[in-house]
């Protein structure tokens, strides 16, 4: 099969590489779409041990199941495998599972491929009349989707405005997840003018540049992760109010610890989904609960170097870039 390999650095090969290799209870997948995520951005920049070349990249994918009895069957993909035994995986909070693996990080090859391997369970079943182009987008949407349920969760009192900080497709689909749950306001911080454009003319959403001053919001969704963005969380969150965090830009730096105490503004760090948030993000994208979700743009696999490329020199208007293995493509 065709695929693209991660070789270090800023290098990517699109070369032949021998097919997946079948588990038990694993089915092979023939990938129609496939995402481009900020974490393979991050390895593909050498930024991610976890990530050690050479590697297939890519974990946002959807397409068909070929042989065995689901043979045909249009699927997007759970990335995320569990163990399914464990306190956490018990709990239904099994993307705590300590022993999870994500495709796209050793020992699972990813979906910047035209196959990819994964187990049945991990499979959602996608209706005729959804395009794969949308069912592809489930997976980060479902992070936007998880950290949106823990917040509100968390929320006492109005649930009238939020605020996410960030444009990319982590924070629209947060953005996007919070109107799905019931927030009637729902604004976006994003600095870049080419994408914040998109953002509201493809998108249809509400976007600033910066935060409105003296403006207050009952829940605030930092989708970046560095001390400036946190810093704006801390300062735009109400009294009592909630702070959802899923950015990894950075590690440290820009909570205002003590507004949060005196405040009791409450923080809560969450990390990608569960798969009963898979399920009912992929359910909200079948019902049409989150929009067009037309604002992808698809390029196809042996251009993702100049893709990824692209990416890092902010020339990207759209959230998203999916890339497409197959040559003659099915209906997308």
């Known amino acids: 099969m065709k695929a693209l390999i991660y070789t270090g650095p800023e290098g990517l090969d699109y070369i032949d590489v021998p097919d997946p290799a079948l588990e038990l209870g694993d089915q092979l997948i023939r990938v129609a779409l496939v995402g481009i995520c900020g974490s393979d951005m991050h390895a593909y920049l050498g930024h991610d041990s976890r ?5 297939i990249l890519g974990h946002e994918a959807a397409g068909r199941i070929e042989g065995g009895p689901r043979d045909g069957e249009r699927v997007t993909i759970n990335p995320l495998v569990t163990c399914g ?11 705590l599972c300590p022993v999870r693996q994500i495709i796209s990080m ?30 592809a987008l489930a997976e980060p949407i479902a992070c936007g989707w998880h ?12 649930r009238d405005k939020a605020l996410v900080i960030g444009g ?42 910066e ?20 810093a704006t969380a801390s300062a735009c969150v109400r009294p009592g109010g ?15 610890i003590r507004r949060m105490t005196l405040q ?11 798969a009963e948030d898979f399920r009912q993000t992929s359910q909200a994208i079948f019902d049409g609960r989150l929009g067009p979700l037309d604002w992808a743009e698809i390029r196809h696999l042996s251009e993702g170097a100049a893709a990824f490329s692209d990416i890092r020199n902010g020339t990207v208007a759209a959230p998203k870039i999916l890339l497409q293995p197959a040559t003659t493509p099915e209906r997308t």
């Open 264 to 274: 009791e503004i409450t923080f809560i760090g969450t990390y990608t989904y569960t």
């Open 168 to 209: 990319g497709a982590i924070g629209l689909g947060a953005a996007l997840s919070l109107k799905a749950q019931g927030v009637s306001e729902v604004t976006i911080i994003e600095p870049n003018p080419t994408r914040r454009a998109h953002l509201i003319k493809r998108c249809g959403q509400t976007v600033l540049s």
């Open 211 to 230: 935060p409105l001053q003296d403006t207050v919001y009952d829940l605030v969704i930092d989708g970046v992760g560095y001390a400036a963005t946190r």
């Open 106 to 135: 050793p020992p699972r090859e990813g979906g910047f491929a035209e196959l990819v391997a994964m187990p049945d369970r991990n499979l959602v079943a996608v209706p005729d009349s959804v395009p794969l182009s949308k069912a």
């Open 51 to 55: 990530r050690p070349a050479p590697l």
């Open 147 to 158: 950290t949106a349920r823990l917040s509100l969760e968390a929320l006492l009192g109005t």
């Open 242 to 256: 909630v702070i959802g965090h899923i950015g990894l830009g950075e590690d440290t730096g820009g909570l205002d």
């Open 85 to 95: 035994v464990c306190n956490a995986c018990q709990d239904g909070r099994d993307n």
